[in-house]
């Protein structure tokens, strides 16, 4: 297959995976230092600081097709100029900082990167610099020759503070992996719904990061921020409640519709205003996304919805009844003021969808029963429905 060398797809992956790398090692590093914020694109691709001072820098390198990586490598050298400036800037803190190198790709045996490597036991700082400073003086590439000069420049005791500062992650998981590693972690968490919860919570999460880039919010996320959310998501996925998602809830409105749709035209048999007619809208899709998202995800119980919706039919069925008596022999106008009531009864009204009392959720729910011409609003709505079929 031809690939095509412009292609955005890798370095698009790589920021992705920088994301979601950042929300594993979030997870990862707040059961030991629940104190601790991470960040990205502040100090580092991923940052963990306390305090706003940095105390892991990580470098994400994600390859589509990981090789191997040896010690000649742009990414390595690429790496070293970045945190050799955070060196030079301040000797004394950087002393402090863990450097993280993680990379998909495989460090060579005989290369610095594998003597730096994290597994315990395997590290050898003094071959590592050997190696890189016979790298630093014997190479002749051109892209990596200012990242060389610039170690080189530093002290025989600051190679060495640096190197043994550095620490290197290799074949570490893919974009795809890293989600399962998530989920790993919590499986606890989410009775047995654990892709669904990562969902749900990667959905907030990557909000949170885009309005950290933006400026839109604090740039440092606290540790126990990303806890709270996860025992936020968590509540909905036990057995008395369902999860919400967070970007239906806050809808403040629905798609400009005109009158194909069954649920509209009824709402217009009735003459509501338009502030009405709009918050019917919304709460319809509200509901019908909300519920479809729960079918989709296999969190419902078998007749669930059914017997929602038939115990909203049949609340609706006694004041729909009581309509019916009073405007009997009522006007046009008696029974359009009667069938506002009616669907102002319907806005007001709120029965929990197991454990979610959102009143969108019954408001919507009696909308989409609206659609299927199951329940209506004017005295008269199947005739006039029948009508304006024909029409």
């Not at 050298?77 to 002393?95: E, G, H, Q, S, V």
């Not at 440092?220 to 025992?231: D, G, H, Q, R, Y």
Request: aromatic share 10%; net charge negative; hydrophobic share 40%.
């Amino acid at each position: 297959m031809l690939t095509d060398k412009y292609s955005a797809a890798e370095p698009y992956l790589g920021y992705l995976y920088q994301g979601r790398y950042a929300l594993l090692r979030a997870l990862q590093a707040s059961k030991k230092t629940p104190s601790l914020s991470i960040s990205i694109e502040k100090f580092d691709d991923v940052s963990l600081e306390e305090n706003n001072v940095a105390v892991e820098l990580i470098q994400t390198k994600h390859h589509c097709t990981p090789g191997d990586v040896g010690d000649f490598s742009t990414d390595l050298w690429k790496t070293l100029n970045i945190w050799i400036d955070r060196f030079n800037a301040d000797p004394n803190a950087a002393a402090d900082i863990k450097f993280v190198l993680l990379t998909t790709s495989t460090a060579k045996e005989d290369s610095a990167l594998y003597q730096l490597r994290e597994s315990v036991g395997e590290r050898n700082e003094a071959i590592a610099l050997t190696k890189l400073e016979a790298v630093a003086t014997s190479s002749t590439s051109k892209a990596t020759a200012e990242s060389r000069k610039k170690f080189m420049a530093l002290s025989s005791a600051q190679r060495t503070l640096l190197i043994s500062s550095i620490w290197v992650f290799d074949a570490a998981p893919d974009i795809l992996d890293v989600k399962a590693d998530i989920e790993d972690l919590l499986h606890f968490a989410a009775s047995g719904n654990a892709s669904t919860l990562v969902s749900y919570l990667e959905g907030w999460w990557f909000d949170r990061v885009i309005q950290a880039l933006t400026g839109a919010a604090s740039n440092s996320i606290p540790l126990n921020t990303i806890e709270k959310k996860v025992f936020e998501l968590s509540e909905g996925f036990k057995f008395g409640s369902l999860p919400l998602d967070e970007e239906i809830d806050a809808m403040t409105s629905g798609p400009a519709l005109g009158d194909e749709r069954i649920f509209v035209r009824q709402l217009t048999f009735v003459e509501v205003s338009s502030a009405t007619r709009d918050a019917a809208i919304r709460d319809y899709y509200r509901a019908y996304t909300q519920r479809s998202r729960w079918a989709r995800e296999n969190l419902l119980l078998d007749g669930e919805t059914e017997r929602y919706d038939r115990c909203l039919s049949e609340d609706w069925g006694h004041e729909y009844a009581a309509l019916c008596e009073d405007t009997k022999d009522g006007s046009e106008e008696t029974k359009s003021i009667k069938g506002r009531e009616l669907l102002r009864w319907s806005l007001r009204y709120n029965r929990a969808f197991r454990g979610r009392d959102e009143r969108w959720l019954a408001s919507g729910s009696f909308q989409i029963l609206s659609d299927l011409a199951k329940i209506g609003w004017h005295p008269d709505y199947q005739t006039k429905l029948a009508i304006t079929e024909e029409d």
